[in-house]
C-alpha cells in the first residue's frame, strides 16, 4: 500500500534544512574523490599526527594556493570579515 502524504494546506512551508545542520556564510561546502590508497594515507598521517583529515586537507589546499601567489587563509579570511563590516 502506497503511504499518504500529510497534507499541507494552510501551513507555510520553510525551505527545507538537514536536520542537525547550521549554516555559516563564509564557508562553503565541497566533497573531495579520492583514490582509496590516498585517503587511506591520509587517514595514517592524522592518526599519527593527532590530526583530522579536514585539517590536513585545508594544508594542502593552502599550499596549492600559495604556490599560485595567493595569500594564506588567515589573511583571506581577515580580509573578507573586513568587508562585511
Known amino acids: 500500500m502506497a503511504k499518504r ?8 512551508s520553510a525551505p527545507a ?6 549554516t555559516r556564510p563564509d ?8 583514490p582509496e590508497a590516498a585517503y587511506e594515507a591520509l587517514r595514517q598521517v592524522a592518526f599519527d599526527e593527532r590530526r ?3 585539517d590536513l586537507l585545508l ?3 593552502e599550499l596549492a594556493l600559495k604556490k599560485r601567489g595567493y595569500p594564506t ?3 583571506m579570511k581577515a ?3 573586513r568587508k562585511e563590516r
Open 79 to 81: 580580509k573578507w570579515q
Open 27 to 34: 564557508i562553503k561546502h565541497t566533497s573531495v574523490y579520492l
Open 73 to 75: 587563509l588567515a589573511d
Open 52 to 54: 583530522k583529515i579536514h
Open 5 to 12: 502524504r500529510r497534507s499541507t494546506a494552510g501551513k507555510e
Open 17 to 22: 534544512k538537514p536536520a542537525g545542520r547550521w
Open 59 to 61: 594544508e594542502g589546499v
